[in-house]
T-cell receptor
Framework: SQQGEEDPQALSIQEGENATMNCSYK?????LQWYRQNSGRGLVHLIL?????REKHSGRLRVTLDTSKKSSSLLITASRAADTASYFC???????????FGGGTRLMVKP | KAGVTQTPRYLIKTRGQQVTLSCSPI?????VSWYQQTPGQGLQFLFE???????NKGNFPGRFSGRQFSNSRSEMNVSTLELGDSALYLC??????????????FGPGTRLTVT
C-alpha cells in the first residue's frame, strides 16, 4: 500500500511558471526522496532530504520537509517543457532502501 | 559509469508460466531493490538484496522471489503468472551502509505483459 499521498494528482502550467507538488506520509521516516519518471520509464532521483533537515535545494528544485505535519513539498522554479513528467515522493523509514512511494503528480509544462 | 541495466526490456508471457528478470547494478553498488509499478497499485516495493542476502521484503506472495549473485547482479522470478502480474518491473541499485541513506538509481524497467 502507498504510504504517501500526493497533491495535486495532475498539474498543468505554462513554461516559466513555478510548479509546487505536495506529499503527505503516515509514519516516521529516516529520509524522504523525490523522483521523476518520464512516460513509464525508469525513475530518476532528484533530491533526498533527511528527517533532521527542513529544506534542501538542487538547481531549480527546492524541497521542504515538515516532520511534525508529516509532509513535504517540491518546488520547481522557472519550469521548462522538458520538466513534463510524473513526480513521486518516496519515504524510507529505516534507511534500508525499502522505499514507499506516493501516487505521484503528473506535471505538464506547456511551451 | 554505466547505469543500471535490465533485461529483457519487454516480455510477453502466458498465464501459468514463469518468468525471470535480470538486473545489473551500477559498478560498486551492492544493494539491489526491485519494485512493481501498475496503474492501479502504483509503485510497490518487492524486495531488497545486499551482499547476496535478502534484507527487506514487501507484501507480495511467495510466487515472487529473487536472488543476488556475488557480482551484485540480481534476478527476480515470478512463478505461475497471473494476469495481475502485468506491470513494469523496476530494479534500483544503491550504495548502502547500515543506518545511512542513499539515493537509488533505477534501471529502465522490464515491461511484462501476461496474457
Amino acid at each position: 500500500s502507498q504510504q504517501g499521498e500526493e497533491d495535486p494528482q495532475a498539474l498543468s502550467i505554462q513554461e516559466g511558471e513555478n510548479a509546487t507538488m505536495n506529499c503527505s506520509y503516515k509514519t516516521s521516516i529516516n529520509n524522504l526522496q523525490w523522483y521523476r519518471q518520464n512516460s513509464g520509464r525508469g525513475l530518476v532521483h532528484l533530491i533526498l532530504i533527511r528527517s533532521n533537515e527542513r529544506e534542501k535545494h538542487s538547481g531549480r528544485l527546492r524541497v521542504t520537509l515538515d516532520t511534525s505535519k508529516k509532509s513535504s513539498s517540491l518546488l520547481i522554479t522557472a519550469s521548462r517543457a522538458a520538466d513534463t513528467a510524473s513526480y513521486f515522493c518516496a519515504t524510507d523509514f529505516n534507511a534500508g532502501n525499502m522505499l514507499t512511494f506516493g501516487g505521484g503528480t503528473r506535471l505538464m509544462v506547456k511551451p | 559509469k554505466a547505469g543500471v541495466t535490465q533485461t529483457p526490456r519487454y516480455l510477453i508471457k502466458t498465464r501459468g508460466q514463469q518468468v525471470t528478470l535480470s538486473c545489473s547494478p551500477i559498478s560498486g553498488h551492492r544493494s539491489v531493490s526491485w519494485y512493481q509499478q501498475t496503474p492501479g497499485q502504483g509503485l510497490q516495493f518487492l524486495f531488497e538484496y545486499f551482499s547476496e542476502t535478502q534484507r527487506n521484503k514487501g507484501n507480495f506472495p511467495g510466487r515472487f522471489s529473487g536472488r543476488q549473485f556475488s557480482n551484485s547482479r540480481s534476478e527476480m522470478n515470478v512463478s505461475t503468472l497471473e494476469l495481475g502480474d502485468s506491470a513494469l518491473y523496476l530494479c534500483a541499485s544503491s550504495l548502502r551502509t547500515a543506518g545511512a541513506s542513499y539515493e537509488q538509481y533505477f534501471g529502465p524497467g522490464t515491461r511484462l505483459t501476461v496474457t
